[in-house]
């Protein structure tokens, strides 16, 4: 995924789901040879300007790469220790080459970080550095990018000191935003640099060749200089723009994919095929209450946790995900995404840790007790209210025409009128405080629940609608600072934390997406992750 991903719906889908994978059918004797299609063109190939790496995970490797439920596997740090406090990180560099044939030196991490977290580069994931020595200093403009907590000793040896130990660091270090860069490429091309697939040399299992920035059509092909390159079977993978499922299932049927994701009714038709996979996404589509509403009467009402709770329970989860998405997307628990984290003592998933009864499952009798009794406590009649939404996808559309209907059936005297407009647009709005209801959402950067519960905090810059809590700015302070180090005390902190937000229905859950494909049974070897770079073909391979 400045807090990115509270953009809109759309924002997220098209940051991961031009991720969509499809493959052309090939027979072993012939090259290892992939055609994956993509909802929209790649934005762009800049680690540091990229707003997400999917799928170019595959083309960009850090100190680790992630591997099956979100672990860190090798990538180019040959070995790392941590010190006793937490706060400083030593990682060896092994002997690995770029796809020029260069060798990556430590120093490459160190220019990397320092381009990335310059201001003027204007990163997306900037925010993803805080924690780092100076970083927060350097992203506000207090202090030079030279100034970031990173060193590079020798060739081999890169050092990075922390202003607080970072429990999730290790998982955060196989984000390629954190990976190396070469100097003298970046200062080769100039402004050129990552514009087209030629300017730019790559550290992973793959290169990009033929992307010239705006096209629909690109490919992978395998890196001849990669370090690990003797695991890697696929030579190459062909991407195509495929705008719609319906051309997709019909390229599918035509033996052209070897994987496609399924609109809603193509979901029913296919969920009991051996081919239909579905692959979850640490996405949550939630709706965003405005606690600064302009308009008094809105503000206190909003700013009401019965009226808020009423219109949690009014929502049929059940019935909005398996029948009117039908996609196969989940009905959350609270506000962070399921199969995300596990508990490092029990390994319990944090969704049902979180979970806070009589806040989420559909009870209508409930909703309109807790309406009225809201009603009566700020002297309101009514209530008009518009829900904010992005008229980019087809999700969108469809989760706010539901949830218009359903407030209009179960909570009397509630009108809800729906705005939707482009997704940038309706992001500005929402920035700007120019909302009632917003139908936003967010995606998980990596495999942590703060990924999540740092946007609730009191004045963050995603926290559109101003939510506060003061006792979850507490628990969230000390689980990041006070229980850093101490992996149990600071999962209960963020336990805490959570039950408290989703009792207070600090935003609403919706669904979580879920996209299903079709995938023939000969694509063997795919890994893929609800957070950060979903899809590794490191070891994809057609049998």
Avoid at 87 to 99: C, D, G, V
Avoid at 319 to 339: E, I, N, R
Wanted: hydrophobic content about 35%; aromatic content about 12%; overall charge positive.
């Amino acid at each position: 995924m400045n807090y990115k991903k509270i953009a809109t719906t759309i924002v997220f889908i098209s940051a991961c789901l031009w991720l969509s994978a499809c493959g052309k059918q090939t027979s072993t004797s012939q090259k290892q040879v992939l055609n994956l299609s993509a909802s929209a063109p790649l934005s762009t190939i800049d680690i540091s300007k990229s707003t997400g790496y999917g799928q170019t995970g595959n083309t960009f490797e850090s100190f680790y790469r992630l591997g099956k439920n979100g672990s860190t596997t090798a990538g180019l740090a040959k070995s790392s220790s941590v010190s006793k406090d937490g706060k400083t990180w030593t990682f060896k560099i092994r002997k690995a080459y770029w796809s020029n044939g260069d060798q990556i030196t430590a120093q490459d991490f160190v220019y990397s970080w320092r381009r990335t977290i310059n201001p003027k580069t204007k990163s997306p994931y900037s925010y993803l550095f805080s924690g780092i020595k100076n970083a927060d200093a350097i992203i506000a403009g207090k202090k030079s990018a030279a100034q970031i907590g990173i060193s590079a000793p020798d060739k081999q040896t890169v050092v990075i000191k922390l202003d607080k130990a970072i429990s999730y660091f290790k998982i955060l270090m196989a984000y390629p935003l954190f990976g190396p860069q070469e100097q003298k490429i970046v200062e080769k091309y100039g402004s050129k640099y990552g514009t087209r697939s030629q300017y730019m040399v790559y550290s992973g299992p793959f290169v990009i060749k033929a992307w010239n920035g705006t096209g629909n059509k690109w490919q992978f092909v395998k890196n001849k200089h990669y370090w690990d390159k003797k695991v890697v079977k696929l030579q190459q993978i062909n991407y195509t723009v495929v705008e719609n499922p319906t051309t997709g299932h019909e390229l599918y049927q035509q033996n052209k994919l070897d994987m496609t994701p399924l609109a809603n009714q193509q979901v029913k038709n296919y969920q009991g095929s051996s081919q239909f996979k579905s692959y979850p996404y640490s996405y949550i589509s939630y709706v965003a209450y405005n606690f600064k509403d302009k308009d008094a009467d809105k503000r206190k009402a909003l700013n009401n946790r019965n009226i808020r709770l009423a219109m949690s329970l009014a929502i049929n989860r059940q019935v909005l995900t398996k029948k009117v998405l039908g996609d196969g997307s989940y009905t959350p628990t609270g506000f962070v995404a399921s199969g995300l984290a596990k508990d490092p003592k029990t390994s319990e998933d944090f969704s049902k840790q979180q979970e806070v009864k009589g806040t989420i499952a559909y009870d209508a009798k409930l909703a309109r007790k807790y309406w009225e009794q809201g009603l009566k406590e700020t002297g309101l009649k009514g209530l008009k209210l518009t829900l904010l939404a992005s008229n980019d996808d087809s999700s969108s559309k469809i989760v706010a025409q539901y949830l218009q209907s359903q407030y209009a059936k179960v909570l009397p005297g509630l009108s809800l009128t729906v705005r939707s407009i482009p997704g940038n647009n309706a992001l500005q709005n929402a920035q700007t405080g120019n909302f009632d209801l917003y139908l936003s959402g967010w995606g998980g950067d990596f495999n942590d629940p703060i990924t999540f519960l740092q946007i609730p905090l009191t004045g963050t810059s995603y926290n559109y609608g101003g939510y506060s809590n003061s006792q979850y700015d507490a628990l969230i302070q000390k689980a990041q600072n006070e229980d850093a180090n101490n992996p149990n005390k600071r999962w209960a902190d963020l336990v805490a934390a959570a039950k408290i937000f989703n009792a207070e229905q600090g935003v609403t859950p919706v669904y979580q997406q879920v996209t299903s494909y079709l995938q023939k049974s000969k694509v063997k070897g795919i890994i893929h992750n609800t957070a950060g770079t979903q899809w590794n073909y490191k070891n994809a391979y057609i049998k």
